[in-house]
């Protein structure tokens, strides 16, 4: 069975620094690419950072410069270190695989910057 968590969410103000961690398990990780998403209220799931199984990364232009994202194929874990953040990056963040045609997604955690 694929699971996917997330952890690493909280409260910071403008300026912070977070680290989301996503751990799973069923699936073999190291071939798998890795997204980070994320859901403002009343706004649409969008992609954040992508991770391919070669290493090669995709940002969107809201977070790039500010957001790394990196993956750990010991311990099946996807990670985004989130820097510099904005009120605007407050969200629901969720991690996702695509395993064998079928999107799987975390409960997600939630990111909340004040301003």
């Known amino acids: 069975q694929v699971y996917l968590r997330e952890s690493g969410g909280g409260s910071v103000q403008a300026g912070g620094s977070l680290r989301l961690s996503c751990a799973t398990s069923?699936?073999?990780?190291?071939?798998?690419?890795m997204n980070w998403y994320r859901q403002a209220p009343g706004q649409q799931r969008e992609l954040v950072a992508r991770?391919?199984?070669?290493?090669?990364?995709n940002y969107s232009d809201s977070v790039k410069g500010r957001f790394t994202i990196s993956r750990d194929n010991a311990r099946s874990t996807a990670r985004l270190q989130m820097n510099s953040l904005k009120y605007e990056d407050t969200a629901r963040y969720y991690c996702?695989?695509?395993?064998?045609?079928?999107?799987?997604w975390g409960s997600g955690t939630q990111v909340t910057v004040s301003s």
């Open positions: 996702n695989t695509n395993y064998r045609g079928s999107p799987y």
């Open positions: 991770i391919f199984s070669n290493g090669t990364t």
């Open positions: 069923g699936i073999n990780f190291k071939i798998y690419t």
